[in-house]
């Protein structure tokens, strides 16, 4: 079943599909854009397609554009209004194109209207229909649109794969700049913060639209030491070194007419620089100890949440190599706080995932069972909603998570320097920790009137379980601010000699960690050279002059020098 929004000022076209298409779910009417807004920003992730009509008989007040001070100067007021009517839904299309550039949706117009082509083109209306007044064929004629729209976007859904794009137009843009990137032989760049989907882009989004048969193969660069980087890359034949044992074949080779992913390409030495070059512009290379030339034919595809262009200035990136890597059209993923206006998509995207798989999907089931809920099949999903008020109706069939306005803010509002990785990671510990102490506790409680136990469908995320989980980072944040007695006594810099004592957390992987040690080692060096960037710069790179080098690294980090001058201040 398809849940479907109708933009109309009538019902008509509500009965009628609900007559003619009962296996769909048919929302509204939503009788100007205002409703129609409204009823977006709740559901639209689960709306699947909208029905818009043109035609609007609805108040002066309520018609698009809002401001019509211009369009009223220049002619016969209510001719003006006439024809805001007659094309209102163009109007309204406008604005969801903006808003929701990826939502299905049609244009239903009745034959006397205006001609829809060029409009609904212009719209990208995703098709248009003229509507006969004659039950039967405008029914016939809606279904067959519906049905094939749903099976396009569900093909197409199933194409993007994991990658979650939300519903901000800056990230629609990229995709269709990388849908194009991904086609050609031209190398890509990803850059961004550590956790913001670089290798998952690369992988689910750039590789199967790339078109190419082969294998992806993805190579995290910071996590091989430096002597066994060439052999890993091109290659190694029999006795080349001692210890080559047995010729073996690196993932040049295996990635041949696929995919080729070198994450952190920034740690790549000088000299395998050069022999990546070799592969970008004569496509040859030679495995370690091998006379023979190779060929190789891959789509490289490279990340760093470094600046290239500034190791190129310090002499750390060849010059030609960052230019063969067509630094023209590097694309850049936004770090989860540059995506705030998109939280709530964001946040409901990975709590769903999180609810859908392991041990919480085991817990929701476990606690669907004890309270007399629906439990899904092996293979079906949970049905888990989510949302910042309770629903008016209980309903068996699915789990609510409710989550009030405070515990919203304390998430919307934390910092994430590890992005969608700390993100997802602390949401599925959220959810473990709200539910085991409810199905632990489901014998103990005698529901109290008000309680929300007493709507078992609807499951309370605490805000003091938020406060719990992200106190962690929050302390490491502090002490990375605190300029007390503990953090110089942490840090002795002598001469080239330097004592450092650090805490990090087990993390998904050694970049994870070197990020982290990295964030804590800039802000130590920036307190105990009491903030002067340019002495940090002179200890770090010699020279005094790169201070703002410095500071955009900081940046990049997610460590935010405000709070860390405010933190200086207060000692
Ligand atoms: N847009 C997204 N949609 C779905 N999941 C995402 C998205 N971005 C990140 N993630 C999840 O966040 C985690 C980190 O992603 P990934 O490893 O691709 O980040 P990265 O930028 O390559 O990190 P690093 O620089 O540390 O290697 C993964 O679990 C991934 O599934």
Same mark, same amino acid.
């Given at each position: 079943m398809s849940s479907i929004l109708i933009i109309d000022d009538e019902d008509k076209y509500l009965d009628l599909c609900r007559r003619f298409m009962p296996e769909h779910e048919f929302l509204g009417p939503a009788r100007n854009h205002r409703e129609a807004m409204q009823i977006l920003a709740r559901l639209h992730r689960s709306i699947d397609l909208v029905l818009l009509d043109v035609h609007f008989d609805i108040p002066d007040d309520d018609l698009l554009p809002e401001d019509k001070s211009g369009l009223l100067a220049k002619g016969d007021p209510r001719r003006t209004f006439e024809r805001l009517r007659r094309s209102q839904g163009l109007h309204i299309l406008d604005r969801l194109r903006r808003r929701y550039p990826d939502l299905p949706v049609i244009v239903m117009t009745a034959l006397d209207d205006l001609p829809?082509?060029?409009?609904?083109?212009?719209?990208?209306?995703?098709?248009?229909?003229?509507?006969?007044?004659?039950?039967? /064929?405008? +029914?016939?004629? @809606?279904?067959?649109? $519906?049905? =094939?729209?749903?099976?396009? !976007?569900?093909? #197409?859904? &199933?194409?993007?794969?994991?990658?979650?794009?939300?519903?901000?137009?800056?990230?629609?843009d990229l995709r269709r700049r990388l849908a194009i990137l991904a086609r050609g032989q031209l190398?890509?760049?990803?850059?961004?913060?550590?956790?913001?989907?670089?290798?998952?882009?690369?992988?689910?989004?750039?590789?199967?639209?790339s078109q190419r048969t082969g294998a992806f193969m993805a190579?995290?660069?910071?996590?091989?030491?430096?002597? /066994?980087? +060439?052999?890993? @890359?091109?290659?190694? $034949?029999? =006795?080349?070194?001692?210890? !080559?044992?047995? #010729?073996? &074949?690196?993932?040049?080779?295996?990635?041949?007419?696929?995919?080729?992913?070198?994450?952190?390409?920034?740690?790549?030495?000088?000299?395998?620089?050069?022999?990546?070059?070799?592969?970008?512009?004569?496509?040859?290379?030679?495995?370690?100890?091998?006379?023979?030339?190779?060929?190789?034919?891959?789509?490289l595809v490279v990340a760093t949440n470094e600046n290239l262009a500034q190791m190129v200035r310090s002499g750390r990136f060849r010059e030609d190599l960052f230019m063969r890597l067509n630094p023209a059209t590097a694309v850049t993923l936004p770090s989860l706080r540059q995506r705030r206006d998109d939280f709530q998509h964001?946040?409901?995207?990975?709590?769903?995932?999180?609810?859908?798989?392991?041990?919480?999907?085991?817990l929701l089931v476990q606690y669907a069972e004890q309270r007399e809920l629906w439990v899904p099949a092996e293979d079906e999903r949970m049905r888990v909603t989510f949302g910042r008020k309770i629903p008016s109706k209980p309903d068996p069939r699915r789990i609510h998570l409710l989550l009030h306005q405070n515990s919203y803010n304390l998430l919307e509002d934390f910092n994430w320097p590890g992005n969608f990785r700390q993100f997802e990671m602390v949401l599925s510990n959220l959810v473990t920790f709200t539910l085991v102490e409810l199905v632990d506790r489901v014998d103990?409680?005698?529901?109290?009137?008000?309680?929300?136990?007493?709507?078992?469908?609807?499951?309370?995320?605490?805000?003091r379980t938020i406060r719990d989980l992200l106190r962690p980072f929050a302390e490491a944040e502090a002490e990375l601010g605190d300029t007390g007695s503990e953090a110089s006594d942490d840090l002795s810099v002598d001469g080239d000699a330097l004592a450092l004592r650090l805490r990090v957390a087990p993390a998904e992987s050694l970049n994870a960690i070197s990020c982290e040690v990295e964030r804590q080692y800039l802000a130590r060096l920036y307190h105990h050279f009491s903030g002067d960037l340019s002495r940090v710069a002179e200890f770090l790179l010699g020279e005094p002059e790169a201070g703002r080098k410095v500071q955009l690294r900081m940046n990049q980090l997610g460590i935010k020098l405000r709070e860390l001058k405010r933190s200086r201040a207060a000692n």
């Open positions: 829809l082509e060029a409009d609904a083109e212009r719209l990208h209306a995703e098709d248009y229909t003229y509507l006969l007044d004659d039950e039967y /064929l405008d +029914a016939r004629a @809606l279904k067959v649109q $519906v049905e =094939g729209i749903l099976v396009r !976007a569900e093909r #197409s859904a &199933e194409d993007d794969g994991p990658f979650y794009w939300g519903t901000a137009v800056a990230m629609a190398p890509i760049i990803i850059q961004g913060e550590t956790g913001t989907g670089k290798s998952l882009l690369a992988r689910e989004y750039i590789h199967p639209h190579v995290d660069l910071s996590t091989i030491p430096a002597e /066994l980087m +060439a052999a890993h @890359l091109f290659g190694v $034949v029999k =006795g080349a070194y001692t210890g !080559a044992s047995s #010729s073996r &074949e690196g993932v040049l080779a295996r990635a041949h007419g696929g995919t080729l992913f070198l994450d952190e390409i920034g740690n790549l030495s000088l000299e395998l620089q050069k022999s990546l070059l070799l592969v970008l512009q004569e496509g040859g290379y030679r495995p370690v100890g091998s006379v023979e030339e190779r060929t190789a034919d891959v789509k964001l946040l409901e995207f990975f709590l769903e995932r999180v609810c859908q798989s392991g041990y919480n999907r085991d103990q409680i005698e529901p109290e009137a008000g309680d929300h136990d007493a709507r078992p469908d609807v499951i309370v995320i605490q805000p």
